[in-house]
């Protein structure tokens, strides 16, 4: 099994939810609950994050997503039209008065890698 999905959209903070829908509803036979939830949260902190702090809500502005599944893993990436992301990993406690960084710090808690180069974010979950 290898399957491709790819989307542009627009920075609209509206439709994050129909563009997860439908990018989970080609998905959701080939993969377990868990996988399912965990991408779906993944999914959906990406591009919001991608939106709001990344394009700053410019709805001229593109996020490009891309998903790949095989029998081994899936691989989500969000690309904004951003400047960059400057994630500094903290401890969950550390998180607890600040007013961003919590949906990064719970993407990188559900995938098995994470990455960010600029305005790219890498997320891979082994399928089991």
């Known amino acids: 099994m290898a399957y491709k999905i790819q989307r542009k959209i627009k920075s609209d903070i509206s439709q994050v939810k129909y563009v997860v829908d439908d990018i989970l509803s080609n998905l959701q036979e080939n993969l377990n609950h868990n996988a399912f939830f965990n991408t779906k949260l993944i999914l959906s902190e990406l591009i919001i994050n991608g939106v709001k702090h990344g394009n700053l809500g410019d709805m001229s502005k ?6 790949h599944i ?7 990436e969000v690309s904004d039209e951003g400047s960059g992301i ?3 990993h903290k401890t969950f406690g550390e998180y607890d008065f600040d007013d961003t960084g919590r949906g990064l ?12 180069c600029g305005n790219t974010v890498k997320c891979v979950q082994y399928l089991k």
Do not use: P, R
């Open 70 to 76: 095989n029998n081994n893993s899936l691989i989500i």
């Open 105 to 116: 710090m719970l993407v990188e808690g559900l995938s098995d890698e994470f990455t960010i």
């Open 62 to 67: 593109l996020l490009n997503i891309c998903v």
């Open 86 to 88: 400057k994630f500094k």
